[in-house]
């Protein structure tokens, strides 16, 4: 049976945990990356989809390709990051469902409706981006996620061979810099957004 994490993994993974703007010189491996995916690829999606598709920027060359086509005041903090990612949606990712959800004829749900898929990739892409985010904070890392960048040019840049493929949202990665960061916005009390009825 599952236990409550401790203070120190809930401030890690939620309450101390922040969006940084900018990351010490200290390089995020290949491995480190891997060891992401393995985390977040076990977060649930419906029927198993996961229709995220990454790209990681690790080279400076892939870094400084996203950063073009960012907005203003995000290319700098994608050039200098260690690393950076796109996380993309696969609006075909039923063709995959007989191998990730055997146990039933998913693909045939999604079949000959676009807009179901369109739907479904989106939501599920973004359940995927926060399982990025935690597994990242999980391993020691911090993320920049944001949405300031040109969805088509990215698109065109990154996933031009993979027309079912479009980006959701981008992120840096590393080891954050305090100095980077802002006050933390407000946070509301269950009150304001929640309704227990």
Known sequence: ??????????????????TYNGYFDKPVSAEQLHAIWDLMKMGPTSANMLPARLIWCHSQDAKDRLANVAAEG????IRKA?????????????EHLPELFPHADAKSWFAGDPEARAVHAMRNSSLQGGYFIMAARALGLDTGPMSGFDNDAVDKEFFGDQPSVSSNFISTLGYG?????????????????????
């Open 82 to 94: 260690p690393a950076a990612v796109i996380i993309g949606m696969d609006r075909e990712f039923h």
């Open 1 to 18: 049976m599952s236990t409550p994490l401790d203070d120190v993994a809930l401030n890690q993974l939620f309450l101390e945990a922040r």
């Open 177 to 197: 810099d305090p100095s980077t960061i802002f006050e933390r916005s407000p946070r509301p009390a269950f009150g304001k957004f929640n309704s227990l009825i």
């Open 74 to 77: 995000n290319q700098d903090k």
